[in-house]
């Protein structure tokens, strides 16, 4: 088990994700949008694309910390919706990376500068940095995905800390989960995806980079926070209780990796364990895909909460 302090609120102020909605008005306690109104007139914008970044703050005892998770996909549209929400980046005291493919990483060298900092902790799982990847959509058809490398990292100004295992972040508020055990019976990856190994052999990417990131909301319980979840959002959950040591889940945020054809099968049964799991707002992201988030809206009722670019989501005690 590990120490997870009490934060008296978690808010996630989401960079990169899928979907935005200028005029959606559904401001509540949880979520605050974007505005698209800048010197009162109709004139800002947030950018929506496949990828995922977020800022995420935590307060405890009067004091407000903060960690960058994930730089979406391409170079520019985290740190440009930073700007138009006008968010200060500078706060960030450490970078996490859920997994290294390009839709988490694109954006590093922007949001780094806006983070404006060198030698911040850099804090991802050591096989995030493969000498290849690539994806078979179908057979005998290869797609080659750019990969993250060390001095990609150094060069954006980060200081490398490398873990496969549990590591707390911020003074034990923040919860890297490091490796995820696969334990269930219909959780098993990315049959597509495929990595190279040192020698340039390929073999089916298990992806045991994918990791996330867990809070303790005093009072609340805990808040997951994923960035595909392709060890399985349902794994990602039951090991952060474990670690933890919490049994109530108050918020699952994030992707679920769900979209598409081959991950199909998957929703019903992902959706059975995460109602078992019993979470006060399930909040999917990113790659959760159309199909899967309907589903969870459908069943989780007034407990789903939709996310999107340039979002804040709250929790608080």
Known sequence: MTALAPVDRLEIVTLSDNYVDLVSMDNSEHVTRAMPVKNMSFSNSVLAEHGFSALVRVTAGGSTRSIVMDFGLSPDAAARNAEAIGLDLGCAEAAVLSHGHLDHFGGLSAVAARIGKKGLPFVAHPAAFPPGRFIEPIPGVKITMPVLTHQDVERAGFSLSLSSE???LLDGTVLFLGEIPRLNDFEKGMPNAFV???????????????????????????VVLSGCAHSGIVNTVNYAKKLAGIGK????????????????PLIDPTLEALWDLDPDFVVPTHCTGHAASVAFERRFGSRFLVNMAGTTLTFAS
């Open 196 to 222: 190279l190994d040192e020698s340039g052999e390929a073999r089916w990417d298990p992806l045991i980079d994918d990791t996330a990131l867990a809070v303790n909301v005093a009072g609340k319980g805990l």
């Open 249 to 264: 889940v108050h918020a699952v945020v994030g992707g679920f990796h769900l979209t598409g054809a081959k991950a199909a």
């Open 166 to 168: 549990p590591l707390p």
